[in-house]
Every structure is written in structure tokens, then in C-alpha cells.
């Protein structure tokens, strides 16, 4: 992917969260990944696209998204690499919350073997 392809993507991924306060963290990363791709050395810019929790789950409960947003989790990779002890003493995080993430991850085939049990 060329520089020029990966920030066209980046501003392609923006559009659809500039009307909702949510997803401000994850326009702010979006954004940032473009600013930084202007400035980087190589064209080869696929290892620097992340997913974005709120562009791939834009159905989760507002809850569920203030918790994410108070933990600063804003793509799929950062979320799935959490403990589960850690994700449970998240503030106002629970069951429902939990199993809101779980539906969405197994969706898109994402979801780690021990979410999975649960």
C-alpha cells in the first residue's frame, strides 16, 4: 500500500465518526496515522492499518464505549490482547458489556480462545 493509499483509507475511516462524541480516541489515532504516514521513510504502510473498535462495532452500548475509552482501548489488537482479569476491573465493565464484545469479536473472527469459554 502506498503512502498516498494509506492516508486516502485513514480519511475514508474518519468520515463516519466526525458526528459522534465516541469516537473521538478513535479519530484522534485515525488522524495521527495519517499525519505520521506523511512523514514516514517507506510506502510500505499495511503493518501501520489497525482496526478500529468503533468503525468495525459502531452498534456497542454506549457503556460499553466509555469503558473502553476510560481503559484507552481504541483498535481490536489492543482489546484482545487484554487479560480478562484486567478487562473485568474495568469501571461500570460486566457480563453484558463482556458479552457485547464477545458477539462482535466472534463475528469477525477475532476472538481470543478464553472469551470464547465464557
Given at each position: 500500500m ?11 475511516e474518519?468520515?463516519?465518526?466526525l ?14 496515522d495519517?499525519?505520521?504516514?506523511l512523514?514516514?521513510e ?6 501501520r492499518?489497525a ?23 481504541v ?27 464477545r ?16
Amino acid at each position: 500500500m502506498t503512502r498516498k493509499e494509506f492516508v486516502g483509507k485513514k480519511i475514508k475511516e474518519a468520515i463516519p465518526l466526525l458526528g459522534d462524541w465516541r469516537n473521538e480516541d478513535a479519530l484522534k489515532s485515525i488522524l495521527n496515522d495519517a499525519y505520521e504516514a506523511l512523514f514516514m521513510e517507506t510506502d510500505d504502510l499495511d503493518a501501520r492499518s489497525a482496526t478500529y473498535i468503533s468503525v468495525v462495532f459502531p452498534h456497542l452500548s454506549i457503556r460499553t464505549m466509555n469503558c473502553l475509552r476510560y481503559a484507552n482501548i481504541v483498535t481490536i489488537e489492543q482489546l484482545i490482547t487484554q487479560p480478562l482479569r484486567d478487562i473485568f476491573s474495568w469501571r461500570n465493565f460486566g457480563r453484558r458489556s463482556f458479552d457485547e464484545l464477545r458477539k462482535g469479536l466472534l463475528e469477525i473472527g477475532r476472538c481470543p480462545e478464553d472469551w470464547q469459554l465464557r
